[in-house]
């Protein structure tokens, strides 16, 4: 998989994407941290934002490590519990989209094979105050077979808001409209 066009809203930022690798399989979004453009997986059931030991250092965040308990996580599909590895030290600033920007403090950092990032659902989430941005979905089209074309959704002061995603997992051409349930009330949409 090549690296997609650099998106319109972040032509002046340092690019870093070629620092992540993905599988076919995954959502992937352009996400700017602390001004540097990088890949996120994107993952609407995960609780929060991570990064990883390798990504924090490619884009230059300070890491704060040792004795401190940064609290555990867990992986769907294993009985596994993992200790965060540690926190980025202060506010990581994080922009999807040219209108979506959140402040994330404390960002928790993981240990793991390979750089990457996963955006989750403290970004992925709906009930923020009106005057700031909400998720609405993520949004999935198949316009032919094995072509996927996929967005975040968001509501911003009032406005819809559509981060187009750089990769999605091909779809299945025989599925019809699924609207699913997540967290909140909110709508999971996927248009086939």
């Keep these: 998989m090549g690296r997609p066009p650099m998106p319109e809203w972040a032509t002046h930022l340092q690019d870093q994407r070629g620092d992540v690798r993905f599988d076919a399989s995954q959502y992937i979004c352009p996400v700017a941290v602390n001004g540097k453009l990088t890949l996120s997986i994107v993952d609407t059931g ?3 934002t991570v ?6 250092g490619k884009l230059g965040l300070p ?3 040792g004795a401190a308990d940064f609290g ?4 769907p599909g294993s009985e596994a519990v993992h200790a965060y590895a540690g926190v980025v030290e202060g506010e990581t600033l994080l922009q999807v989209g040219d209108k979506v920007v959140a402040r994330v403090r404390n960002l928790r950092v993981i240990e793991h094979p390979h750089a990457f990032c996963l955006l989750g659902a403290d970004i992925l989430r709906g ?3 009106k005057n700031t941005w909400n998720f609405t979905g993520l949004r999935v089209h198949t316009p032919e077979e094995n072509r996927v074309h996929a967005s975040l959704e968001f509501e911003v002061r009032g406005e819809h808001v559509s981060v187009p995603l750089p990769h999605a997992p091909a779809g299945d051409p025989e599925a019809q409209l ?3 349930q997540v967290s909140g009330g909110r709508r999971l949409r996927r248009d086939f």
């Design 51 to 56: 990064i990883d030991l390798k990504m924090a």
């Design 72 to 75: 555990k996580f867990s992986v």
């Design 127 to 129: 009930g923020r105050p």
């Design 63 to 65: 890491v704060r490590r």
């Design 46 to 48: 995960a609780h929060r």
């Design 178 to 180: 699924a609207v699913a």
